[in-house]
């Protein structure tokens, strides 16, 4: 089955630029959509389909994807960013369709 | 504005049954997949079924195949996990979510624009 792969934390200042990437085989090919999760709360889609942005999510929410990664750049972190980020694929690569999530990149804000 | 409300959560022993609600408004329920989605104590995130837009449609993660069975009644905007056989590892945090389409044999209802609050399922003896 296809395997999402994210770095189990990334951590940046307030202010700079966070950059959670999200490894696939040939992943360019798929879209990707991104949730943001914060403690005890469910999962809010801060990017679908590699690039686009949900209404209500703040400009400073990008992704893109090609070849064998997709990224969800948050541009001018703040406090409140803090918060796990999963990326997801639909796969269907087997005989029925299937939701694939990484496994989770927690972001920390110095 | 679109809301989910699950329920039917609670503690449950191993081998035992259990059925999940999600109560769906703020949107036309009859037009849109809708998905299980589950998440372990302490872990990731994990898929668990779907139903397209009339229910004609369903999908399950392989973990769940052949033990829960997912439906809707669009009359009511609702939908439905009913859990049988439960494990100790089907122990976890259940939300139902919004797919972005309707037809569920790919593409757009495949992402989860909407979350519910979840419902929490404890699988013990």
């Known amino acids: 089955s296809y395997v999402l792969t994210q770095p189990p934390s990334v951590s940046v200042a307030p202010g700079q630029t966070a950059r959670i990437t999200c490894g696939g085989n040939?992943?360019?090919?798929?879209?990707v959509h991104w949730y943001q999760q914060k403690p005890g709360q469910a999962p809010v889609q801060v990017v679908y389909d590699d690039s686009a942005r949900p209404s209500g999510i703040p400009e400073r929410f990008s992704g893109s994807n090609s070849g064998n990664t997709a990224t969800l750049t948050i541009s001018r972190v703040e406090a409140g960013d803090e918060a796990d980020y999963y990326c997801q694929v639909w796969d269907n690569s087997s005989d029925h369709p299937d939701v694939v999530f990484g496994g989770g990149t927690k972001l920390t804000v110095l | 504005q679109v809301q989910l409300v699950e329920s039917g959560g609670g503690v449950v022993q191993p081998g035992r049954s259990l059925r999940l609600s999600c109560a769906a408004s703020g949107f036309t329920f009859s037009s849109y997949g809708m998905h299980w989605v589950r998440q372990a104590p302490g872990k990731g995130l994990e898929w668990v079924a779907v139903?397209?837009?009339?229910?004609?449609?369903?999908y399950f993660a392989d973990s769940v195949k052949g033990r829960f069975t997912i439906s809707r009644d669009n009359s009511k905007n609702t939908l439905y996990l009913q859990m049988n056989s439960l494990r100790t590892e089907d122990t976890a945090v259940y939300f139902c979510?919004?797919?972005?389409?309707?037809?569920?044999?790919?593409?757009?209802?495949?992402?989860?624009?909407?979350w519910g609050q979840g419902t929490l399922v404890t699988v013990s003896s």
């Open positions: 139903a397209s837009y009339d229910g004609s449609d369903k």
């Open positions: 040939n992943i360019g090919i798929k879209s």
């Open positions: 979510a919004k797919g972005g389409g309707g037809f569920c044999s790919g593409g757009s209802c495949y992402r989860f624009d909407s």
